[in-house]
Nanobody, 125 residues
Framework: VQLQASGGGLVQAGGSLRLSCKAS????????MAWFRQAPGKEREFVAS????????YYTDSVKGRFTIFRDNAKNTVYLQMNSLKPEDTAVYYC???????????????????WGQGTLVTVSS
């Protein structure tokens, strides 16, 4: 199983980036997917998750209205569209996959068995 994250880079505040996470070795439609991020010196934090079918999406408050998670199960890929980026969005972004059917807290990393290698997003002021 491999999750390959890409799309990170350097962008000015107010700009946009789209992250991609391509899965291999698993059928993406069988997994809830999520994005997490980790800023320097900070713990990994939940950003967004999306149900298998794509019908339910959850976001951390700091990205609501700016980030959108979506998926293309036919391409085995999940995306994170990031708009109106802020310097505080600077972090390594990780995609993660969960086969758990039910959870009371989808923001908890221990729900996710598979993780990508991360892609660095740097937002300059």
């Amino acid at each position: 199983v491999q999750l390959q994250a890409s799309g990170g880079g350097l962008v000015q505040a107010g700009g946009s980036l789209r992250l991609s996470c391509k899965a291999s070795g698993l059928t993406l439609s069988n997994y809830r997917m999520a994005w997490f991020r980790q800023a320097p010196g900070k713990e990994r934090e939940f950003v967004a998750s999306i149900r298998r079918s794509g019908s339910n999406k959850y976001y951390t408050d700091s990205v609501k209205g700016r980030f959108t998670i979506f998926r293309d199960n036919a391409k085995n890929t999940v995306y994170l569209q990031m708009n109106s980026l802020k310097p505080e969005d600077t972090a390594v972004y990780y995609c993660a996959a969960s086969s758990t059917v039910y959870s009371t807290d989808w923001s908890a990393p221990n729900n996710y068995a598979y993780w990508g290698q991360g892609t660095l997003v740097t937002v300059s002021s």
